[in-house]
């Protein structure tokens, strides 16, 4: 893009919440033909809220409940604000605290190894109590996001959230086929709520119970078969496909290292800043001419 071209678009961008770090961000998104989206945050609103709570027989919900609530006061994680909100905590209850990307959080509680996370990883050489197995089926099929508790290596709790769909987000995606985008879900969700949101924004290729680490080889290989790839993304795990993609977008309340990894900031919440951000090149073009 030419100087001027970047100052109209800056100029126009700015005005719509979209802010453009540099010329790159201009020409890439001329180029753009597939669109992927992360889901938590993104394409739904990311303020969750507790379903349903689930313990193993010998165990009392509330206390299952603070100890997941105090490990996960110390994350940013979209799930961890809806469990850290359930129960009155001690913001400094947490020793040794370690989040893993896409897997979950754990650390030490009242003297206790406390782990809360994706049933793969917290269930990984645990046993995991029959009813608990059960009821964390019966949520995912109704597309919620499950998350184990394991407390000293026990799993022993099973919290269920939910999510809503950003009002903005079906017809957002109804544009961006109509402008003949390819537009793809990644998520390390389960497959069932990742296929709820995408039924409901109409995105007909999903991907599923990926881990930071693949959702940028799902990138890399869409780039190997030609494509000009947009990421969509606002959490500290999509930092790396944000980089990875020809152009990244961070979204809404995104955190600092999705921000910092990007190349358009947009502002609102609203996804229809992405059909903008992505029209942005095309008009200044146009006007320039
Ligand atoms: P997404 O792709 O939907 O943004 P992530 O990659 O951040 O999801 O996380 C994938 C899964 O890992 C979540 O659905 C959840 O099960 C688990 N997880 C990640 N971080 C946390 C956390 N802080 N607390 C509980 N679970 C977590
Ligand atoms: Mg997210």
């Known amino acids: 893009a030419t100087p001027t071209a970047l100052m109209v678009a800056s100029g126009r961008g700015a005005q719509l919440g979209i802010f453009?770090?540099?010329?790159?961000?201009?020409?890439?998104?001329?180029?753009?033909?597939?669109?992927?989206?992360?889901k938590t945050g993104?394409?739904?609103?990311?303020?969750?809220?507790?379903?349903?709570?689930?313990?193993?027989?010998?165990?009392?919900?509330?206390?299952?409940?603070?100890?997941?609530?105090?490990?996960?006061?110390?994350?940013e994680h979209a799930v961890a604000k809806a469990i850290a909100a359930a129960a009155d905590v001690d913001p400094?209850?947490?020793?040794?605290?370690?989040?893993?990307?896409?897997?979950?959080?754990?650390?030490?509680?009242?003297?206790?190894?406390?782990?809360?996370?994706?049933?793969?990883?917290?269930?990984?050489?645990?046993?995991?109590?029959a009813d608990?197995?059960?009821?964390?089926?019966?949520?995912?099929?109704?597309?919620?996001?499950?998350?184990?508790?394991?407390?000293?290596?026990?799993?022993?709790?099973?919290?269920?959230?939910?999510?809503?769909?950003?009002?903005?987000a079906a017809e957002t995606v109804t544009e961006l086929r109509r402008l003949g985008m390819r537009t793809l879900l990644v998520t390390g969700d389960n497959a069932a709520a990742a296929k709820k949101v995408a039924e409901e924004?109409?995105?007909?290729?999903?991907?599923?119970?990926?881990?930071?680490?693949?959702?940028?080889?799902?990138?890399?290989?869409?780039?190997?078969?030609?494509?000009?790839?947009?990421m969509v993304g606002d959490g500290i795990n999509d930092a790396p496909a944000l980089v990875t993609a020809d152009l990244g977008l961070a979204i809404g309340r995104g955190t600092d290292v999705a921000i910092a990894a990007a190349d358009i900031i947009l502002v609102r919440h609203d996804l229809r800043s992405v059909v903008e951000a992505l029209g942005l090149a095309r008009a200044t073009r146009q006007t320039i001419r």
């Open 201 to 230: 924004v109409g995105i007909d290729e999903v991907v599923a119970e990926v881990l930071p680490d693949e959702k940028v080889a799902r990138i890399e290989r869409l780039r190997e078969e030609g494509r000009v790839v947009a």
């Open 92 to 129: 400094d209850g947490v020793d040794a605290f370690v989040a893993e990307p896409g897997k979950g959080v754990r650390g030490v509680v009242e003297g206790r190894r406390v782990q809360v996370g994706s049933p793969r990883w917290v269930a990984k050489g645990a046993a995991v109590p």
């Open 20 to 38: 453009l770090k540099g010329h790159q961000a201009l020409d890439a998104s001329r180029e753009v033909d597939t669109v992927v989206f992360d």
């Open 42 to 75: 993104t394409l739904t609103n990311g303020a969750l809220d507790i379903v349903s709570v689930s313990v193993a027989d010998g165990h009392a919900r509330d206390g299952v409940l603070r100890a997941a609530a105090t490990l996960e006061a110390a994350s």
């Open 132 to 168: 608990l197995a059960r009821d964390r089926r019966t949520a995912e099929a109704a597309g919620q996001t499950v998350v184990y508790v394991s407390i000293d290596d026990e799993v022993c709790g099973a919290i269920a959230v939910a999510d809503t769909v950003k009002s903005s």
